[in-house]
């Protein structure tokens, strides 16, 4: 079967998509029928499908060893929510599940309009490459478009209709550009064309703002509320160039353990690719460290369906949130224990030739330090502790003995 040579999903095979879905077929099956290749409908889905969360209510624990415990009076490292075979494998959402209304975990919901609404957006409003959104555009040339057909000019129109707030140059620019050539205006629409250069990169969209909503802070106040057996990991950014290398650390809160992994770029595609790894690395024990994290609004960790969810494997794999603008005292363990970082790594220090091997003899000293909100205990002891150190050997975090522990930059001897 030969497959579509265009690459973008139409509002019909979304309609199919959805379909297939109520009907209960697999993604291969909706590929097929569809004609595309498995892996675009399962990113289409996760990427499109809306979260409904469970009824909490008299329902606050639904961990997989309920059933060993008698109760649960406080935090379990053993606590794991059941997963769903139809919403986090084999279909991708909850649509016409036969169980929906039995089911106590949360559901996602793909609706075919909603994601082509969502996904015109990106095409066309974060593309345009001018100050103007699309519905902006349809709503001028709904305007200007019947009185250039009756052969009034810009500036005519300007002049009678003060709603549009862009000038005659700007506009004249716009249709140079192209930017009408759906709504059927084009510089033939104009009385008398006007010979302009054309300008040789298109204007760049300023960037719109991330929707955070159902993520910010106060969402995850009352997520941390509601999953009380779930520990936060705190996130961040630690770099002296803005050309990079970066440092990407997380600090586990319940323990104060601390480790970072160093990057090239500082995209969200290079931040969240670390998490990929770790999956991959820790299995089962990821769940338990890496299911919940909070971290800022920088543009690095602004994309966050792919820290909430594995592409490669189409499942969620946890939640993430993000602290108010200026506000860093939201995470004040990663913040704080930055200084510890900073002892290593001044300001100034060139981290070109800094390495993954550089970073891991750097956190086993700054977590091999007593802490006295741990009672004198340094994290590395605290977690192995409560966990052991089979996560700590994969992570090559290793026990630095009190005595010998270094805080100076001359423990990394790079230049």
């Known amino acids: 079967m030969n497959k579509k040579t265009i690459t973008h999903l139409s509002l019909e095979d979304r309609k199919n998509i959805e379909l297939g879905i109520i009907e209960g077929f697999s993604k291969s099956q909706i590929a097929k029928k569809i004609n595309r290749s498995p892996s675009t409908v399962a990113k289409e889905i996760l990427k499109h499908r809306k979260l409904k969360p469970r009824n909490i209510f008299n329902a606050d624990s639904i961990c997989i060893h309920l059933k060993d415990c008698r109760r649960c009076t406080k935090k379990c490292e053993r606590y794991q929510e059941p997963l769903c075979k139809r919403r986090d494998r084999n279909i991708g959402a909850c649509n016409s599940c036969p169980d929906i209304k039995k089911c106590k975990l949360d559901k996602y919901f793909y609706y075919a309009t909603k994601a082509n609404e969502s996904y015109l957006y990106t095409l066309v409003d974060s593309r345009v490459g001018v100050n103007l959104d699309y519905a902006e555009l349809k709503q001028i040339a709904s305007i200007m478009k019947p009185l250039l057909d009756k052969g009034q000019t810009i500036y005519q129109i300007l002049e009678n209709h003060k709603e549009i707030t862009q000038c005659s140059k700007t506009l004249y620019t716009y249709i140079e550009m192209g930017l009408f050539k759906d709504f059927g205006m084009d510089c033939f629409s104009l009385k008398k064309k006007v010979s302009r250069r054309i300008r ?10 991330v929707n955070y909503e159902g993520r910010e802070y106060k969402d995850y106040l009352e997520y941390a509320k509601t999953h ?5 990991t705190e996130m961040d950014t630690v770099y002296n160039s803005q050309c ?9 809160e319940n323990t ?10 500082k995209t969200s595609v290079s931040m969240a690719s670390t ?3 770790l999956q991959e690395l820790l299995q089962d024990d990821y769940y338990t460290h890496f299911s919940l994290l909070l971290t800022d609004r920088g543009s690095e960790f602004e994309k966050y369906d792919l820290f909430e969810s594995n592409y490669q494997t189409d499942e969620a794999r946890g939640h993430i949130f993000y602290c108010d603008p200026q506000r860093p005292d939201q995470k004040p363990h990663v913040e704080n224990n930055h200084n510890l970082v900073r002892n290593i790594l001044p300001n100034k220090r060139n981290f070109d030739k800094l390495t993954q091997k550089n970073l ?16 004198g205990k340094t994290p590395y002891e605290v977690f192995t502790y409560f966990y052991g150190d089979d996560v700590l050997k994969k992570l090559n975090i290793q026990k630095i003995e009190k005595d010998t522990v270094t805080l100076q930059p001359y423990l990394l001897k790079i230049k």
């Open 275 to 277: 998490l990929d790894k």
């Open 200 to 209: 040789s990169k298109k204007l760049k969209k300023r960037r719109q703002p």
């Open 244 to 252: 990079g290398p970066y440092i990407q650390t997380f600090i586990f």
């Open 228 to 232: 009380p057996f779930e520990h936060t």
């Open 256 to 265: 104060g353990l601390m480790i970072g992994f160093l990057h090239k770029e």
């Open 360 to 375: 891991e003899l750097m956190f086993s000293h700054i977590n091999s330090v007593p802490r006295a909100s741990l009672g």
